[in-house]
């Protein structure tokens, strides 16, 4: 499978403060890129996705995809301890249909 | 936004016999559905596309022998695990393809655990 790649953390944050993600993608034909948050036990929920270079604010989340380093990123501005979760970043094909996942970034939201 | 279920949420079975999951589209018709299957603090890998009315595309390494897929209509996809090994333990989770979105995105059924005995 097409590799994306995501730091396992955990990542601590303390409530209040911006929570960065990082993943990279090996498919350079990859169009479309979405970030999932998944609770434990639970399946992934959308949180938002992009496809142009350049950043996507939704709400309190900013993704940001930068395709000549084939980087995508997503930002947490004030981090509740709600958002603990783990958050997986996907990568979607040329054929605009496979979901190719990382190993998803465990974050963790201090009170 | 788009549902998906999926039936059963958990199910535990004998080493040996097959089980069925169910996953349905209640909301719109899915023309393609995706099958993933999730280990412990790992992530979701791709096991097979199904397209309603053909057969389904597997992913390398994937046996299709046993994992059978059907997706018999536009809103339900069947996933039966033939002949269950302990190793077949896993989260197993359904996605729709939610047909005329931009990004075309997924929305994922709520998974089924599996454990076998």
């Known amino acids: 499978q097409k590799e994306v790649e995501q730091n396992s953390g955990p990542l601590s944050v303390p409530e209040g403060a911006i929570a960065s993600l990082n993943c990279t993608y090996s498919?350079?034909?990859?169009?479309?890129f979405f970030w999932y948050r998944q609770y434990s036990g639970k399946s992934p929920e959308l949180i938002m996705f992009?496809?142009?270079?350049g950043d996507k604010e939704d709400g309190r989340f900013t993704a940001q995809l930068n395709k000549a380093s084939q980087y995508v990123s997503l930002l947490i501005r004030d981090s509740q301890p709600s958002d603990s979760a783990t958050y997986l970043c996907?990568?979607?094909?040329?054929?605009?249909?496979?979901?190719?996942f990382g190993s998803g970034t465990k974050l963790n939201v201090k009170p | 936004g788009a549902v998906v279920s999926q039936h059963p949420s958990r199910v535990i079975c004998k080493s040996g016999t097959s089980v069925k999951i169910e996953c349905r589209s209640l909301?719109?018709?899915?023309?393609?559905m995706f099958w993933y299957r999730q280990f412990p603090k790992q992530s979701l890998m791709l096991m097979a596309t199904?397209?309603?009315?053909?057969?389904?595309?597997?992913e390398q390494g994937v046996e299709k022998d046993k994992f059978l897929i059907n997706h018999a209509s536009l809103t339900l996809s069947t996933l039966t695990v033939t002949s269950a090994h302990p190793e077949d333990s896993s989260f197993y989770i359904c996605?729709?393809?939610?047909?005329?979105?931009?990004?075309?995105?997924?929305?994922f059924g709520p998974g089924t655990r599996l454990t076998v005995t």
């Open positions: 996605s729709a393809d939610v047909p005329g979105q931009g990004a075309r995105e997924q929305y």
């Open positions: 498919d350079r034909g990859s169009q479309s």
């Open positions: 992009i496809y142009s270079n």
């Open positions: 996907a990568a979607v094909g040329d054929n605009f249909n496979k979901f190719y």
């Open positions: 909301d719109f018709q899915a023309t393609t």
């Open positions: 199904s397209n309603e009315g053909s057969k389904a595309t597997y």
